[in-house]
């Protein structure tokens, strides 16, 4: 919906919902996008949240179709307030693998309820199946409501069967399966309109088809999609048998939650800040990480302790310590993050990690040794000391952002071979041993080349 049109629609609910006129605001989202009618809800008052939402109940469909739209934070506030009976009758309108998902987000007592209630026997397994799968699987995220055709069906069948698949979430292109649901081919709906009503499927099928295991990571599942640049894709069982389909909307909601945990994974901390409402919760989730903070500060403190007496004799050499850290610091991380993105969008692996390093390591020289000349001459001009220390400045900035590029480059592909999820554990690492590495360049410099010692 556009900006405008949605204000006026926001403003137009809400005034609505002061005056009770429940008609007139179930007349306009009637003939509003559920997507648009979720994003109302991030817009208004908690209380105006669960007046229009009972507004919304009153008409099934449209409401199965709004919570479907919605977040995790958005049903903890609406739909987990609302009975058993009063969720199941949401939830048998749902496409099952949104069905699951939402099931999937309440304890598991009040979910195996809200099954037994539900009236579609065939939506009731095709949801229990889903739920069975893990969650950032290929199972957890398709859905079960998949077209497909027999191998032996005649094209003229298959139009007919594609005119009657009113139920299914997608049909832009046709699986074709044995009578024992092995996955045989695709046919796109261009191919079976430009084929001749009575040539069999299996003539006009590509058998060679892009598909994915239940089991099979839903970032790997993205990347595919995005590799063969298709709108949906299949999903078969061990024996090949097929299971389900991911959507192209299914697979942008797993591109974002991806990004999205890797960035805060990588700020030390995760996505249940958002919705918990627990300072301590919030601060246990934040601790480990600012505890390796202080740990390495601490580190840092008794280095620059140890060249004490440097300092002592040139007091300048204080005055650059954050500038040092700064620009390691700044530049490790940017290498971190281009080389985990890249690793999680599988553009980056052990095969190409030379070249990467390389072309790292190349940019690192080229700013050190512009960053350091720039900050040598500024020391000499404004410091009025000797030129030494200027070079000594210069020559650490270099050597720091040189060492920094390196190991942006070099933990993330360590924590991916010993197990560890490179998004979480790269930044604190990058950020620690350029801050110890740092210091012990500058100072081990300055005493090797100022007469300080």
Not at 45 to 53: P, V
Not at 325 to 345: K, P, T
Request: hydrophobic letters at 45%; a negative charge.
């Amino acid at each position: 919906m556009h900006t405008k049109k949605f204000e006026i629609t926001l403003r137009s609910i809400r005034r609505y919902l002061e005056r009770n006129a429940n008609l007139n605001i179930l007349r306009i989202l009637e003939q509003t996008h559920p997507a648009d009618i979720a994003h109302l809800f991030r817009h208004i008052s908690l209380e105006e949240k669960k007046k229009l939402f009972n507004i919304v109940r009153a008409n099934e469909i449209l409401a199965a179709d709004v919570v479907s739209e919605m977040g995790e934070a958005l049903w903890d506030e609406l739909v987990a307030d609302l009975n058993p009976q009063e969720t199941s009758e949401i939830v048998q309108e749902m496409e099952s693998d949104d069905a699951a998902d939402l099931l999937g987000s309440l304890e598991e007592e009040k979910a195996q309820e809200i099954l037994d209630l539900m009236k579609n026997e065939d939506g009731v397994a095709d949801v229990k199946k889903l739920l069975d799968y893990d969650e950032d699987t290929a199972g957890g995220i398709m859905t079960t409501d998949v077209f497909h055709v027999y191998e032996d069906m005649t094209v003229g069948d298959a139009v007919e069967e594609v005119r009657r698949a009113e139920d299914f979430e997608m049909v832009f292109y046709l699986y074709v399966v044995d009578r024992h649901q092995h996955l045989l081919g695709v046919i796109s709906l261009r191919q079976l309109i430009v084929g001749t009503p009575d040539q069999t499927v299996r003539e006009i099928m590509n058998s060679d088809v892009v598909y994915v295991t239940v089991d099979t990571d839903q970032e790997e599942v993205a990347r595919e999609v995005e590799k063969y640049d298709l709108l949906a894709i299949p999903v078969v069982d061990e024996a090949h048998r097929l299971q389900g389909v991911v959507t192209v909307d299914d697979v942008i909601g797993v591109i974002r939650e991806e990004a999205t945990e890797d960035l805060y994974k990588m700020a030390g901390t995760d996505d249940e800040e958002i919705t918990s409402k627990s300072s301590f919760k919030i601060a246990r989730l934040r601790f480990p990480w600012l505890t390796a903070t202080l740990v390495a500060g601490v580190v840092n403190s008794y280095l620059i302790a140890s060249f004490q007496n440097s300092m002592n004799k040139v007091i300048a050499l204080a005055a650059f310590i954050p500038v040092i850290l700064g620009m390691g610091g700044n530049i490790g991380g940017q290498s971190a993050v281009i080389v985990v993105r890249g690793m999680a969008l599988g553009r980056i692996g052990l095969d190409n990690l030379l070249p990467v390093i390389f072309k790292e390591v190349r940019v690192g020289l080229l700013l050190g040794f512009v960053y350091g000349n720039l900050l040598g001459i500024f020391t000499y001009i404004f410091y009025h000391s000797s030129p030494l220390l200027g070079l000594v400045v210069g020559l650490s900035i270099c050597a720091s952002m040189l060492f920094a590029v390196t190991i942006g480059v070099l933990y993330p592909m360590i924590f991916k071979k010993l197990g560890i999820d490179p998004a979480v554990a790269t930044n604190p690492f990058v950020t620690t041993s350029t801050d110890l590495v740092g210091i012990l360049i500058y100072f081990s410099i300055a005493t090797a080349l100022m007469p300080i010692g």
